[in-house]
Every structure is written in C-alpha cells, then in structure tokens.
C-alpha cells in the first residue's frame, strides 16, 4: 500500500531522551571497527537518534522496516556529540514521491540537547519498496 | 590530493554488532531470507556501517578534526556473504579548502564497483 501523502509536512513528536555515555560511545565505536579514547562521538553516531525518530515514524503509519532500504544520509553539525549530552531528535516528513511501486520518502531530524539547541540536522531518503518489488 | 586509500573488510558479524550499536535491526542486514523476499541479492551491509567506515577513513587522513557535515546516497548494496567477508575501499581526494574548512570527496568501492553516490565530508582541520 503507497504511503499517505498527507504525510508531507507532518512533524513527529521528539523521542525519548538519550544520555550519551561514554560507553554508549564505545560500543559505537566498536562496533565500526575502532577504538575509543575519549572525545567526541563518531560523525555518524546521531544516526542512533535519526533511527530511533525513523523507527516511531514507521510505527506510527504501520510500514515494515524490513521493506526500508536506505537512499541517502546527510547530517550537518553545529557541534560534535560529547559524552554528557543528553539528546533528543524530531523527524519531520519533508517529501513524498512515488516511483515505480516504490514510495521515497524524505525526512529531515534535528537532534537537539538537552538546552534545545540544534546538535546536528540529518536528512534521509528513505525507499519504501512495495509488495511487488 | 590524493589521500592514502583505506581498505575494510566487512562480515556478517560486523553486521550484527552493528544493529545493536545501532539500533538498527532491519532483518535485510541479517537475515537471507527476508533480503531475497524484498527483491536485494543477498544480506546486505547497513547503509550507515558503509558510511560509517567512510568516515573513518577521514578521521584517519584528518586526526582530531572537527566533521562540519558528511553525506551520500546508498546507490549500490553491499552483499556480505555467509563466510568470511567483503572488502570495501575508501578513497579520497581534497577538493579545496575555504578558511578552515576542507572539502573531502571520497570514492568508495567494493568489488570494484561504487557503493556510494557522491560521498563527501567537509572537515574543520
């Protein structure tokens, strides 16, 4: 089933906060093959908030993840992630297109700390591949 | 400038922490069966993992340099097969410099075909 167009423009609520832990980053950091000495979080960390904000999203409008493929990923920082920061990130639905039984969505999240100011914006590009991909 | 090319390998295992570092579970990235079912040709690398080997790379080639923004489309998957694994290489090039900020525009390839479209990172070093 296509996804709502109506969708566009629709402003999802922010998710919970994340404390951001050393170890939190360590893991992080592990887990793409590094190791963390201290400092800042690696550049695409805040995609745990991007993901967690995609993931209610997606809850929300009943679409499957494992019908998700990744398009593209951009962020943009007004500062690195630190371990302290306290995070929270707001999706917004910014485009919609349907193209060859596949829906693209657009989404842009702002991640925020625990002042409100803008850490980092990602946007997202999102394939929906339908029943019949 | 060409900057030292970086070569990763990436396993199923990697996939796995991955997702719980992550939170990114998409069985697409796990689990054969589910990838086939929505039309990939086999398990597939996170979009993010790729990117995020990308971005190491450019933290090698800029230590302790501040990442202003990074991004790029997913334009081909990475299979990772059962056993072993599959290499990935990030190359990179300086583009310019403005003030501060210099521009990076990587080129990242596994199997000798592009992954990623238009890879970029701008670094304050």
């Known amino acids: 089933m296509p996804v709502d167009q109506s969708l566009v423009g629709r402003v999802f609520p922010p998710t919970p906060r994340l404390e951001v832990t050393e170890d939190r980053v360590r893991e992080f950091v592990a887990a793409t093959g590094g190791e963390y000495a201290g400092g800042p979080a690696p550049a695409t960390f805040p995609i745990v908030l991007a993901f967690d904000a995609m993931n209610a999203f997606l809850e929300a409008e009943a679409i499957e993840l494992h019908r998700i493929v990744h398009g593209a990923q951009d962020f943009s920082y007004e500062r690195p992630v630190l371990p302290g920061d306290v995070l929270s990130a707001t999706l917004t639905v910014a485009s919609l297109r349907q193209i060859g039984g596949n829906d693209i969505i657009g989404t842009t999240s702002e991640i925020a700390d625990a002042t409100g100011a803008v850490v980092c914006r990602t946007s997202a590009t999102l394939v929906h591949r339908g029943a019949d991909a | ?125």
């Not at chain 2, 403005?98 to 592009?114: C, M, N």
């Open chain 2, 1 to 125: 400038m060409s900057l030292e090319t970086r070569t990763f390998i990436i396993t199923r295992d990697d996939l796995v922490r991955y997702a719980q570092a992550s939170g990114d579970h998409n069985p697409i990235h796990q689990d054969e069966a589910v990838a086939l079912s929505v039309g990939l040709p086999g398990v597939i690398a996170h979009g993010m993992y790729t990117m995020a080997l990308a971005a190491r790379a450019v933290g090698d080639w800029f230590p302790g340099a501040e990442v202003v923004s990074l991004g790029c489309k997913f334009t081909n998957p990475v299979v990772v097969p059962v056993e072993g694994g599959v290499e990935l290489e990030v190359a990179g090039e300086v583009k310019g410099a403005e003030g501060d900020l210099t521009t990076v525009a990587l080129t990242v390839t596994s199997g000798g075909q592009k992954v990623l479209g238009m890879p970029k990172a701008v670094v304050r070093a």
